[in-house]
């Protein structure tokens, strides 16, 4: 069995590369040398016209992990005279099902100007706390390679599209979002005890991602600067307290939404409060880059006592059921104090009347604690304990943050509005959840067969019944179902935005596609495979329809990804990489497996792929 998971949002336009970050310095030898400091890295952009700003971003298309925790010892680029940098100040130990719905910054980095055309990285799955679903409840996996062996470390090369190559040049800085595609880099045996996650990572980079993430950006204050509408801040990667990953701009406009201390604000108010903090304050942004004006724009701040984790320990999860003022949070990672981190199946929350609660981009709206309701995504802060019955968090003089939550089912026929055939509640199914107490009376409470969406005056579109469909919102307040869900956008997949899954096992009889052209792939379902086509969350088997589904490109740009061996090779155009595939196959090389990004056309019965990885195999 393989797993997967649902991916996100627009499109920009853009080119196509690879790893990484960088810190040091440059020179053009014949043969590659690894080069000396020279372009320091601080917090503070250089001033040396020899060296350039690259911002890394990490992302994720991942497959159904709940915890993916690994350490990543190295990164490093190959410029293209040969000079190699080695990137990576120490070991960074992230746990990628994190940046699902985001991209973090991870390092603001100095390094030498050039044209990069290739990089590599190092990931060490010693102690890896790799964790899947099954039968509903979560089970530690271990990471196996290709033969069964047990995985220690793994290292991918990654060669760049020749006509797309990272440029650094000082004043331009360029923006590098790496994805760890957890989809197409693993498969995992649930039969297996105990389960095993066969694991060859399949990274793609790219310099202005095609997909416009939400970015995230940690780190403690340096100054504000309220006349251009900005603060800086010392760039902290995941939840750390050290390092050297070099500086930000944050910069507001008159939406942003602040929650500084406990208290929250908006636009210039926030930005005249955070310039009362001290130096070193603690700071989270998330908000968009905008290529054009080479700046990050924060949509929500948190500072202060408000950052989880500033002065307590805190857990992200999704309630699963209430009781009175006791929540049973799951799914959660757990964060203590000190920065360590850990994942817990189910968390006891208590809250208080102290309890402090505010709404994700909705500052200006007051809620409670009543506010809090069993399928809504939260953030709990308060103290932390490991008792004989499992961990329990007291809240009651901390806060909880509702997080934007995500609901996936099929529509159904309904005079009422949209009403769902609840297939995933914030990628959980259905059956996870004790609906109990959600109704102004029990034959109220939420049902899932009958899921009750408010959409407000949002455009339903074309939806009908059937249509596989995805809401983001927050959950109807506890005891105050009908309805159930309080949406703020809705996505109908019937059009849209889907992954696709395709798995050929070793002993496949057949060709994966019977059509290979330059503007086209025709799926081989004739051939023994596994094919799913996933659109928020509804998996759908491709034999189900009446005709083969026709992978294209999405328009004139995509990143399109062949893994050979220990290397990965990227192009931007789909007939290059169509050509290049034709002719691996013509050599003898079969495909294994394919995972695809992009939006799907069920009158046409087309995949329009943005990004599209194929593994081959000999």
Request: proline share 3%; net charge negative; hydrophobic share 40%.
């Amino acid at each position: 069995m393989k797993m997967n998971k649902q991916w996100l949002q627009s499109l920009i336009a853009a080119g196509l590369i690879s790893l990484l970050i960088g810190c040091n310095s440059s020179s053009t030898p014949e043969e590659p040398v690894v080069v000396e400091d020279k372009c320091e890295t601080s917090d503070e952009d250089s001033e040396n016209e020899n060296c350039g700003k690259l911002l890394l971003g990490l992302t994720d298309a991942d497959g159904d992990f709940l915890a993916y925790q690994v350490e990543v010892t190295a990164l490093d680029l190959t410029r293209r005279d040969g000079t190699q940098v080695s990137t990576l100040p120490v070991a960074q130990t992230l746990d990628f099902t994190d940046y699902v719905e985001m991209t973090e910054l991870m390092t603001s980095a100095t390094v030498p100007n050039g044209i990069y055309t290739s990089g590599s990285i190092t990931i060490n799955y010693v102690g890896a706390d790799i964790q899947v679903e099954k039968d509903g409840l979560a089970e530690s996996a271990v990471m196996v390679d290709a033969d069964g062996n047990a995985l220690s470390s793994a290292t991918l090369q990654i060669q760049l599209d020749g006509d797309r190559p990272l440029v650094i040049a000082h004043g331009r800085p360029a923006l590098l979002e790496v994805d760890f595609n957890l989809a197409a880099s693993h498969q995992v045996d649930l039969e297996a005890s105990p389960i095993a996650v066969t694991t060859e990572p399949f990274l793609i980079a790219e310099v202005d991602p095609v997909m416009n993430k939400e970015f995230r950006i940690r780190g403690p204050l340096i100054r504000t600067n309220e006349d251009e509408s900005f603060f800086r801040i010392a760039v902290r990667p995941g939840h750390r307290h050290d390092g050297r990953h070099g500086g930000a701009n944050v910069f507001i406009d008159d939406e942003t939404n602040f929650e500084i201390n406990g208290e929250t604000f908006v636009g210039n108010e926030g930005l005249a409060q955070m310039a009362t903090l001290e130096q070193g304050s603690a700071t989270v942004s998330f908000g968009v880059f905008s290529r054009e004006e080479g700046q990050f724009t924060a949509q929500v701040v948190m500072a202060g006592s408000s950052v989880p984790g500033f002065d307590s320990d805190f857990a992200k999860g999704v309630i699963r059921a209430r009781e009175g003022n006791q929540l049973s949070v799951h799914g959660v990672a757990l964060i203590r104090e000190n920065g360590q981190r850990q994942y817990v199946e189910n968390l006891s929350v208590t809250l208080g009347d102290n309890t402090r609660v505010v709404k994700s981009r909705r500052a200006d709206e007051a809620v409670t604690i009543a506010d809090l309701s069993v399928g809504q995504a939260v953030t709990v802060m308060g103290e932390a304990t490991e008792t004989d019955d499992g961990w329990v968090l007291d809240a009651s003089e901390g806060g909880v943050k509702m997080r934007l939550t995500y609901a996936s089912g099929h529509s159904l026929a309904s005079d009422s509005g949209l009403v769902l055939d609840l297939q995933a509640l914030q990628a959980r199914r259905p059956a996870l959840y004790d609906f109990s107490g959600t109704g102004i009376a029990p034959e109220f409470d939420a049902n899932p067969a009958e899921y009750q969406v408010a959409t407000s005056s949002l455009n339903l579109g074309s939806i009908e019944a059937g249509d596989p469909v995805r809401v983001a919102g927050y959950v109807r307040a506890f005891g105050q179902a009908p309805e159930d869900f309080d949406a703020v956008t809705v996505a109908d997949y019937s059009q849209g935005r889907s992954q696709l899954w395709l798995n050929w096992p070793d002993d496949a009889d057949g060709v994966a596609f019977s059509e290979i052209t330059e503007s086209s792939m025709v799926i081989n379902l004739q051939a023994d495979g596994v094919y799913k086509l996933i659109q928020g969350g509804i998996r759908t088997d491709l034999s189900s329809f009446e005709q083969a589904v026709t992978i294209v490109p999405f328009g004139d740009r995509g990143i399109y990804t062949l893994r050979m061996g220990d290397s990965v090779f990227a192009f931007s155009n789909f007939a290059d990489f169509s050509l290049e595939l034709q002719q691996k196959l013509e050599e003898g090389m079969s495909i294994d497996l394919a995972h695809g990004l992009g939006g799907f056309a069920t009158d046409a019965v087309e995949f329009k792929a943005v990004k599209l990885a194929i593994k081959l195999v000999d």
